[in-house]
């Protein structure tokens, strides 16, 4: 994204902080205009996804002519920001994007919100305090707080409040799969964006690594009722009843919202049609690091149950996938790895 702050000289040490903040937050590409008047304003956002303007007595002195702000009542992308009294147009305090008084974060949100969207799982607000530690750490700049199960809903709760400053919320359950599983998982998800990630079902010893970025992370240690925030509400009811549970699972058309539940397919006998359908999308979209963690667990858990055809197949397709990408693996690591069944 690329911005121009339009300021008077004296506005231009606040221009400067909200520069490295932009530049910090999302990657924006800032230059900064001073000594302008206000009112001139409207040639600065040729080129540019956004037009900032600084208003104060310097830029913006009484009286003001309405005809000399014409080009700037036409302008879409343009954001005003009063930091004293001064003169203009009454007709800029009706816009979305009028701010009566300096506030980072409401310019911020309105900054990301040009952005294209990303994922929003529904996330309803519960009423409840969220500490203000959590807004300077996560949303002032990329940042990480790893929380205890028993405060799910608390996270709940700011990830509804601060999504609109961030471009989505990912919500990635990490139940029993394995932490490069779910790290592909990440990566694959947040992309360059601005992302707000929340991990859950992280066990004490387990290292959850964001890759490097403009994004924001969440780890929530221990078991909660995490699956309810972000997928589908049926997995509760067909979780009583395994086999029809991962019947569906094996037929539902969205797998990827159900790969957490994967791990405990391999309990009952059922993974083979349900991993074989997640490996075959994981594939095809790329995600070449999960699908090989998939096929790992899926060869430790045929083995385990005694299946050798199974088991045979899954190695042929680490070999394949493995050697065809041209980074060679050690497949058979089950010895040297704890079992996760």
């Not at 506005?11 to 001139?40: D, H, M, T, Y």
């Not at 009566?100 to 974060?105: A, F, M, Q, T, V």
């Not at 997640?278 to 299946?307: N, P, S, Y």
Request: aromatic share 8%; proline share 5%; net charge negative.
């Amino acid at each position: 994204m690329t911005i121009t702050i339009v300021c008077s000289a004296r506005a231009v040490p606040l221009a400067e902080q909200w520069k490295k903040r932009f530049r910090r937050n999302f990657g924006a590409l800032v230059e900064i205009v001073s000594g302008l008047p206000a009112c001139e304003a409207a040639e600065e956002g040729a080129g540019k996804d956004a037009v900032i303007v600084l208003l104060d007595g310097e830029n913006a002195p009484e009286p003001f002519v309405l005809s000399d702000w014409k080009a700037m009542l036409e302008r879409v992308a343009f954001a005003y920001v009063r930091l004293e009294a001064c003169e203009y147009p009454a007709l800029l305090e009706r816009r979305a994007t009028f701010f009566g008084e300096p506030d980072e974060r409401r310019l911020e949100q309105w900054l990301i919100g040009l952005l294209p969207d990303r994922l929003r799982p529904p996330l309803e607000a519960r009423g409840l305090t969220v500490p203000s530690a959590w807004w300077l750490a996560l949303v002032d700049r990329p940042g990480r707080i790893d929380v205890e199960a028993d405060e799910i809903e608390t996270v709940r709760q700011f990830a509804a409040d601060a999504g609109a400053h961030f471009q989505g919320v990912a919500w990635i359950v990490c139940g029993d799969r394995s932490m490069r599983a779910v790290e592909g998982e990440i990566e694959h998800t947040v992309g360059g964006s601005r992302m707000l990630v929340v991990v859950s079902h992280v066990t004490p010893d387990e290292f959850v690594e964001l890759p490097r970025g403009f994004h924001s992370l969440i780890v929530i240690r221990g078991y909660a009722r995490a699956f309810e925030v972000s997928h589908p509400p049926e997995a509760l009811a067909l979780r009583k009843d395994p086999a029809r549970h991962f019947a569906h699972v094996a037929a539902v058309p969205d797998i990827e919202r159900w790969l957490f539940e994967l791990p405990l397919a391999m309990e009952h006998g059922l993974a083979d049609v349900a991993y074989h359908r997640a490996i075959r999308f994981l594939t095809a979209a790329g995600r070449k690091q999960e699908a090989v963690e998939l096929l790992k667990e899926l060869k430790r858990g045929a083995e385990r149950w005694g299946d050798s055809d199974v088991a045979a197949e899954a190695e042929d397709r680490l070999h394949w996938l493995t050697d065809s990408g041209g980074v060679r693996k050690v497949i058979d690591d089950s010895a040297q790895q704890q079992t996760l069944f």
